[in-house]
Antibody
Framework: QVQLQQSGPGLVKPSQTLSLTCAISGDSVSSSRATWTWIRQSPSRGLEWLGRTYYRSRWYSEYASSVKSRIVIKPDTSKNHFSLQLNSVTPEDTAVYYC????????????WGQGTLVTVSS | SYVLTQPPSVSVAPGHTARITCGGD??????VHWYHQKPGQAPVLVVY???DRPSGIPDRLSGSNSGNTATLTITRVEAGDEADYFC???????????FGGGTKLTVL
């Protein structure tokens, strides 16, 4: 049974960097059948796909156009986890952030992490 | 970018059938996934690839997809089915995941 466990701070100051980690158990971050994804949810934006990282002979990372200039998602094979960094945050980045496994080829998301409420405030 | 449209709310009496729609341009050509989300919890996959169910999901939940509308059907609705339901597709054009706005299912 695959489980995802998120960690990271719940409060970030404006203009600083949001950093979250998602630890994987029951699967590998290097799996050829999965992509490792970050999604956020807020009342104003609903569920918003942010981006993903995955391994297919080499590592790839792909991002939503809305955050592309500010986001980095990367794997850590030694710890079997992946991380999210979102730079230059504003209050509009306040949301519940989820990590999730995307499954080829139609990219359903299963399972999800428990979610982390991140508030951007001074 | 690809847009999925869901009704904000659906209400149904216990024991009756609920139908939640998800509209999108030629959505019938895509694979649609459905999630439920209860307050304070993460979304949970309940139907994938239009009509398949993960293990542990009762067969009271079923999905269909044709033309411009996908539908999640819940028969013999129970109080425990009350939740927000979201549809999702993968948009190959943008290489992005796309979610509908969600439908709140209320059991009367």
């Amino acid at each position: 049974q695959v489980q995802l466990q998120q960690s990271g701070p719940g409060l970030v100051k404006p203009s600083q960097t949001l950093s979250l980690t998602c630890a994987i158990s029951g699967d590998s971050v290097s799996s050829s059948r999965a992509t490792w994804t970050w999604i956020r949810q807020s009342p104003s934006r609903g569920l918003e796909w942010l981006g993903r990282t995955y391994y297919r002979s080499r590592w790839y990372s792909e991002y939503a156009s809305s955050v592309k200039s500010r986001i980095v998602i990367k794997p850590d094979t030694s710890k079997n986890h992946f991380s999210l960094q979102l730079n230059s945050v504003t209050p509009e980045d306040t949301a519940v952030y989820y990590c999730a496994r995307g499954i080829i080829t139609t990219y359903r998301f299963d399972p999800w992490g428990q979610g982390t409420l991140v508030t951007v405030s001074s | 970018s690809y847009v999925l449209t869901q009704p904000p709310s659906v209400s149904v009496a216990p024991g009756h059938t609920a139908r939640i729609t998800c509209g999108g341009d030629s959505i019938g050509s895509k694979s649609v996934h459905w999630y439920h989300q209860k307050p304070g919890q993460a979304p949970v996959l309940v139907v994938y690839d239009d009509h398949d169910r993960p293990s542990g999901i009762p067969d009271r939940l079923s999905g269909s997809n044709s033309g411009n509308t996908a539908t999640l059907t819940i028969t013999r609705v129970e109080a425990g089915d009350e939740a927000d339901y979201f549809c999702q597709v993968w948009d190959n054009g943008s290489e992005h995941g796309v979610f509908g706005g969600g439908t709140k299912l209320t059991v009367l």
